[in-house]
């Protein structure tokens, strides 16, 4: 399948042509912070006595009583808000990248600023010490001031040229960042020089749409043609044999006790034993079919592991016996892409349109979140 051919079924797999978001729900501080509504994220607090129900405490951008935010147009977002000690950063798929403060408001003289750059921004921004680094589908990967937003030594301000769409969240290991494109490359610079590291880019044959650290020394690099490769962190170079899935590869991998988690868009959850290094051999189980396309990571809870699948369905897993203990469809449901998050020892899910549940791996059992939105 050509270069071309992929974005365009890539896109159209995860609506890219309405783009909603799949920013998975946040909590900071006793609060949830979730994208209710495209492209605005609101901060939620739970109720004392049951944390199945919940009020909006504020929502950004809110133009109707801040005219500062009316020219704000995040239209969707897909990662995770990144949270600093007095400011809450935004990378939107707009292009738009904004620091609020920690109650929800773009105030330029409080030290809040927005920037915009050419393309859509698909990934994660990440924070390392006084930097920020996002890419775009434009192939261009940025780093940034993080307490201003502005350009900063070795990196051009508008932003290194790759070859090809970035939709990959970028990587940030001992001083380096680590970045993949939608050609099939991975490459790695130094981040105060900016300065590659590696002698030559990781390349292989199918687009790269997610890049994760499974532990300190190696990268899990899926592709849009089924095959994982796994690489070494300092060198660039392939490590073990690759592994094999029966569809595309575009979720993020869950690691516990030396188990790596992951699954395909055929359906199938996954689980690689790498305590002894990198064995495609090492399965702990059989793939484990649950129906849907798996975009989002999961997460475990004791002895269960919780997963929501593209149909809305939430299935419970023993992760030692390798099964399916329940599944919970969730009736007129917009899709679920995003990963699970645990918080109080439930599993968090949210759905395209910012439909929020809470899953209870003790009772199997699903509930919405009830909340009481703000009228303004």
């Not at 998975?24 to 605005?40: H, K, T």
């Not at 292989?204 to 070494?232: C, M, Q, R, T, W």
């Not at 149909?311 to 469809?329: L, P, Q, R, W």
């Amino acid at each position: 399948m050509s270069f071309i051919a992929i974005l365009v079924l890539s896109a159209a797999c995860v609506g890219f042509a309405s783009p909603k978001g799949w920013s998975p729900p946040q909590f900071e501080d006793g609060n949830a912070f979730v994208f209710l509504d495209e492209g605005r994220l609101s901060a939620l607090a739970f109720d004392e006595t049951d944390n199945s129900r919940a009020r909006e405490l504020w929502r950004f951008p809110n133009d109707d009583l801040y005219p500062l935010e009316d020219d704000i147009d995040l239209k969707a977002v897909y990662g995770p808000p990144v949270f600093l000690e007095d400011f809450i950063i935004l990378a939107a798929y707009s292009g738009e990248i904004v620091a609020i403060t920690r109650d929800g408001r773009y105030e330029p003289g409080s030290g809040s600023w927005k920037i915009s750059v050419p393309g859509e921004i698909i990934g994660t921004a990440v924070v390392a010490g006084d930097r920020l680094i996002f890419a775009t589908s434009e192939g261009r990967l940025y780093v940034r001031d993080v307490a201003t937003g502005g350009g900063v030594d070795a990196w051009p301000v508008n932003g290194k040229e790759l070859g090809a769409s970035i939709w990959a969240s970028p990587i940030v290991s001992d001083g380096v960042v680590i970045t993949a494109t939608m050609k099939g490359t991975v490459q790695a610079f130094n981040l105060e020089t900016g300065i590659a590291v590696w002698d030559a880019p990781f390349k292989k044959d199918s687009a790269i749409a997610v890049l994760a650290l499974i532990n300190e020394n190696v990268l899990f690099v899926p592709g849009l043609g089924g095959i994982i490769d796994f690489i070494d962190v300092q060198s660039g170079q392939s490590i073990g044999q690759s592994f094999e899935t029966e569809g595309w590869v575009w979720s993020a991998p869950l690691v516990k006790d030396g188990i790596l988690y992951f699954g395909d868009f055929a359906g199938n959850l996954y689980a690689l034993d790498i305590t002894k290094g990198i064995n495609v051999e090492n399965q702990v189980w059989p793939p484990i079919f649950v129906g849907g396309k798996i975009k989002g990571k999961p997460v475990i809870i004791g002895q269960t592991l919780v997963l929501a699948d593209e149909d809305a369905t939430v299935h419970f897993i023993d992760i030692e016996k390798g099964i399916i203990n329940y599944s919970f469809s969730l009736i007129d449901t917009a899709d679920i892409f995003a990963s699970v998050v645990e918080y109080e020892g439930f599993a968090w899910i949210v759905s395209e349109n910012g439909e929020l549940f809470r899953a209870d791996p003790d009772m199997n059992d699903v509930k919405e979140v009830s909340i009481l939105k703000r009228s303004d």
